[in-house]
């Protein structure tokens, strides 16, 4: 991060968020404080929990959200199971994304919140996701992206590294939330999207939806500032929404949605002539 963006960073930080450890749970419980006391910040999380909420395949089954600690996602979705990594107030389970705790065919779906880029070994979370999620069943997640626009920013105004050149989708083990790549997402669904349905036949891409290019930088975060009062949300993502076909350059997130399928059927039934 360039010495303008960590004097930038210094002014803006929330005063609840100063020096916090991030990987102590106290981290989250103080989030989830900042997030319902923002009001940008909250309309953020509610339209992107009303967004996953609609991704869902109806009918009954049980839907986890990893990564629920500061968020309200259970709000949106009945019955959720929510979870996190850290041992956190108001959560129904502890457990690390790499290892689901589930029966295999359990789950109709899998649910997050910028937490895939924090999974340092992706694969095996892909791995045990598609033993737990029943055929139908999916994952749905938002995620940070990488455009021209979303690169400047997350490189110089955010705490977390943020590096789509990296070779390797694993990262080094570190915090449960220091650690990251904010560009694993990209990584894993564009750039290298055949590798990914090579190693993952079970799980079909269904939808990448990219926006948000200043909504959540105007909000501050949950870590900054927001320099935005709630009011201002709307003729914001008015704008966005204008700006959509411009999307590929300018978002900052995308809403990334992944369908089990019963990877043998549907490999004989696309090589039919």
């Known amino acids: 991060m360039s010495r303008l963006g960590n004097l930038l960073r210094d002014l803006l930080v929330h005063p609840i968020a100063r020096g916090v450890d991030l990987d102590d749970p ?61 041992k956190v107030s108001g959560i129904s389970l502890v457990l690390d994304g790499h290892h689901l705790p589930f029966k295999s065919g359990a789950l109709k779906a899998v649910v997050m919140i910028d937490v895939l880029h924090h999974l340092s070994r992706p694969r095996e979370f892909f791995r045990d996701a598609a033993r737990c999620v029943g055929t139908g069943g999916v994952i749905v997640m938002i995620e940070p992206w990488v455009t021209p626009w979303s690169s400047l920013v997350y490189t110089r105004l955010h705490h ?44 079909r891409l269904e939808k990448i939806a990219r926006g948000m290019p200043f909504s959540y930088l105007l909000s501050g975060g949950m870590s900054m500032r927001s320099p935005a009062p709630a009011w201002a949300y709307e003729p914001v993502r008015a704008l966005e929404r204008l700006l959509e076909p411009l999307m590929p350059r300018l978002a900052m997130f995308a809403q990334i949605e992944l369908r089990r399928t019963n990877a043998l059927y549907d490999g004989l039934h696309q090589s039919r002539p």
């Open 26 to 86: 106290r981290c989250t419980e103080l989030r989830r404080e900042i997030l319902l006391s923002k009001g940008f910040l909250r309309r953020v999380y509610e339209e992107w929990s009303r967004s996953v909420a609609s991704a869902l395949p109806q009918g009954d089954g049980t839907v986890v959200e990893l990564g629920s600690g500061a968020g309200f996602l259970e709000k949106y979705i009945p019955g959720l199971v929510t979870s996190d990594v850290l």
């Open 160 to 203: 977390e590294p943020f590096d789509p050149t990296v070779e390797k989708w694993e990262s080094p083990e570190s915090g449960p939330l220091s650690g990251a790549n904010g560009a694993l997402p990209w990584i894993l669904f564009e750039r290298d999207l055949e590798t990914f349905h090579c190693e993952f036949p079970e799980w």
